[in-house]
């Protein structure tokens, strides 16, 4: 796995990695759902890959034992969806939380159910907090 947004040209789709980013390791993915990968990220700041080699991939960021982020990703290999774990955000103070804007400058928005599930699951299948 590579860094975040550090594919040459994603545009072309080419995806060779640019030396020097974050890199990510694979630890998995869920039991009932191939596509969903949990990630770790080797050093440094742990935010999530901006684009994914696996069209409409779901990656779940790992950090010190807690997930932190689940990405959502399009049919371009963009994320178009993050939701934050580990922090508040906006003026509702929301945890977790919903952006569909990568520069999180959106107010940010409420999980639904279904997101619930999702996270539920991946922290009891991986043992994170």
């Known amino acids: 796995m590579g860094s975040r947004g550090a594919f040459l040209d994603v545009n072309r789709e080419d995806f060779v990695f640019n030396e020097n980013g974050q890199n990510y390791y694979s630890i998995g993915s869920l039991s009932n759902d191939d596509n969903v990968k949990i990630l770790l990220q080797s050093k440094g700041a742990v935010k999530a890959p901006e684009y994914s080699h696996t069209k409409s991939r779901v990656y779940a960021i790992v950090q010190n034992g807690m997930l932190?982020?689940?990405?959502?990703?399009?049919?371009?290999?963009?994320?178009?969806?993050?939701?934050?774990?580990?922090?508040?955000?906006?003026?509702?103070k929301l945890k977790p939380h919903i952006h569909y804007n990568l520069d999180h400058t959106d107010s940010g928005i409420s999980i639904n159910e279904t997101d619930k599930k999702l996270i539920e699951q991946i922290k009891r299948e991986y043992k994170l907090r």
Do not use: P
């Open 68 to 92: 932190k982020h689940i990405s959502f990703y399009d049919e371009s290999h963009r994320q178009v969806k993050a939701i934050d774990l580990l922090h508040t955000h906006g003026k509702e």
